[in-house]
């Protein structure tokens, strides 16, 4: 990447940050948050919520697609707000863990964790235990990998 594409990158990020700050959202250095693990641990359960959008490739083919950095959200009891990229065919979505496809939905689905955010954050953490609990996927992999 040349200097001044470099710089208009930088421009627009600076743009962007400012643009975020003004609609009252909070801008971590990552490198502070996830410095190591128990500042990052310590972030997310510092968190309200996570909102993540998934990367154009995992949603053009719908793949199923799941950040371990949700599973941390949800097994901290923490809602996430997450780009549907077909995970939702396997892991229950609405309440707890709240897939969009559009801006709308995503708007209606911010509105709805914070109407009844409590509702949410049992719903995340049970998600978790149901979904990611590691002696239930990795006793399932061995059991059909017949160990």
Do not use: K
Request: hydrophobic residues 45%; aromatic residues 10%.
């Amino acid at each position: 990447m040349g200097e001044a594409t470099a710089a208009r990158h930088w421009a627009d990020d600076a743009a962007d940050a400012e643009l975020m700050r003004g609609w009252g959202w909070v801008l971590v250095d990552p490198n502070t948050a996830a410095s190591s693990p128990a500042a990052f641990r310590d972030y997310v359960q510092g968190s309200a919520a996570e909102f993540s959008v998934a990367q154009g490739i995992y949603v053009e083919t719908a793949c199923g697609w799941f950040s371990d950095r949700t599973t941390r959200y949800l097994a901290s009891g923490r809602p996430a707000l997450v780009q549907d990229c077909g995970f939702s065919s396997t892991i229950p979505a609405g309440e707890g863990l709240v897939a969009f496809t559009t801006i709308a939905e995503a708007a209606a689905g911010a509105e709805a964790i914070a109407e009844n955010y409590d509702a949410h954050a049992r719903a995340a953490r049970a998600i978790a235990e149901e979904y990611f609990d590691s002696d239930r996927v990795l006793g399932s992999m061995l059991a059909e990998a017949g160990l």
